[in-house]
């Protein structure tokens, strides 16, 4: 009886392990076997504004653009390489270290040497090309005003609280701004913005650019024609600029003057700036004669993107509170 009473148990406990053992197996089988439908997505369809569906990373490492360094940069993205006529500035300093060169026109073989996994355009003539790199997105350069842009940066990037957050700091930041230079100007004084270039050009500029911090940002108020051109085009969509001719002047300055001399040609012998300021229509200017000229460098005032719209408030503030 002894015999039989141990040799059962264990013959059930032998058993026992066998069955597990197999079901082990088979479960271990199993899962090698099923899809893997849990794996997280790395990419995703984007449709950019031009209508394009590109199958683009939903987390993208190396990033490259032709054209929107400066609203990466505001987002807290340093792009892996941008144009020669993107980089050739000094607003952005060291934020722009270490984003590689691809040239002016860019080279191709920059870009592949770069192998980026997202190129972000502002040409839709360079999609051809570029999207045999890495899948490439556009933004054409005149789609909506810089805000506009660095929001649609931001959706390629999945960095909408980041633009929202900046955005919210600059609006903040031109509130300041207004409140600190309302006691110096009326709501009625005028502010005319020039830039003249070359030889031959002069400009009355809207709100891009220049304008976008004078009449957008600060809400200063513009000459009767650029309002007239605001009932129109409230938002500035159309109305950049106009070319008028140095006689036009007296027409279009208000109490105050902006002007900015964009290159030295225009500030040489012959050149358009020194035509002015040697003309005898410029000495009698009431802004002249009453001292409210401010002259601006084309760095960062002509680039119209988020940073350097940023950097030209501050100048702004500081320049019109003295």
Known sequence: MRGKTIFYPLFIVLLLSAILAGC???????????????????????KDVTGREVEIPINPKHVLTTQYLD??????????GAPTHVLDNDYLGELQEGVEDIGSPFSIEKVLESAPDLIISADPEEVEQLSKIAPT??????????Y????????????????????????????EGREKIARDFGEDE???????????????????????????????????????????DPNFAEFVYDDISM?????????????????????????????IENSALWKN????????????DDDPWFTYAPIAIEKSLDEAIELLSK
Do not use: C
């Not at 076997?33 to 995703?44: C, G």
């Not at 500030?267 to 020194?274: L, S």
């Open 24 to 46: 082990g197996e088979k479960v271990a089988n199993t899962s090698d076997t099923q899809p893997k439908d849990n794996q997280e997505e790395t990419t995703r369809i984007y």
């Open 247 to 275: 006689e036009k002047l007296p027409d279009y300055a208000g109490d105050h003057i902006i002007m900015l001399a964009y290159d030295q040609e225009t500030k040489d012998e012959g050149g358009m700036f020194y035509q």
């Open 285 to 296: 200017l009431a802004a002249v004669q009453n001292n409210k000229v401010n002259y601006i």
């Open 137 to 146: 997105v556009v933004i054409p350069w005149q789609y909506g005003d810089v």
């Open 190 to 232: 005028v502010f005319s913005i020039f830039m003249t270039y070359g030889k031959d050009n002069l400009r009355l500029y809207g709100a891009r650019n220049i304008g976008h911090v004078f009449y957008r940002l600060l809400e200063l108020t513009p000459p009767p024609i650029i309002q007239e051109k605001l009932v129109k």
């Open 71 to 80: 609203a990466m940069l505001a987002l807290g993205v340093k792009p892996i």
């Open 148 to 175: 506009t842009q660095l929001n649609e940066v931001a959706r390629i990037l999945g960095k909408e609280k980041e633009a929202d957050a900046w955005l919210a700091n600059l609006n903040t930041k031109a509130a």
